[in-house]
């Protein structure tokens, strides 16, 4: 089994910056492709970007786009999202997975228990 840790979520003012990290443990080796989704309030989950191994990433949800960015630290078993230029509308619960990227999608195997981001105007 593979657990995924979230953290770095919390209370930010709009503009504001935060950084999420996911750390995974258990069958490490199991883990190839991460990413991250999240989830408003009364909205359905939403994929907003997920990294290869290799370093690769796949294209960022359009909402995020030139404010978030996605790394990895494969020697830790970490991927990190840095969230920039925060806006109300990014308040979400995030969740950090691992799964396969087919055609520009995650699709988890593993998810975190998840960590909320909660912006204010």
């Known amino acids: 089994q593979v657990q995924l840790i979230e953290s770095g979520g919390g209370l930010v003012q709009a503009g504001g910056s935060l950084r999420l990290s996911c750390a995974a443990s258990?069958?490490?080796?199991?883990?190839?492709?991460m990413g991250w989704f999240r989830q408003a309030p009364g909205k359905e989950r939403e994929f907003v970007v997920g990294?290869?191994?290799?370093?690769?990433?796949?294209n960022y949800a359009d909402s995020v786009k030139g404010r978030f960015t996605i790394s990895r630290d494969n020697a830790k078993n970490t991927v990190y999202l840095q969230m920039n230029s925060l806006k109300p509308d990014d308040t979400a619960v995030y969740y950090c997975?691992?799964?396969?990227?087919?055609?520009?999608?995650?699709?988890?195997?593993?998810w975190g228990q998840g960590t909320q981001v909660t912006v204010s105007s």
């Open positions: 997975a691992a799964g396969p990227i087919v055609g520009g999608y995650m699709s988890g195997d593993y």
């Open positions: 990294i290869r191994r290799s370093g690769i990433t796949t």
């Open positions: 258990g069958r490490t080796f199991n883990i190839g492709d």
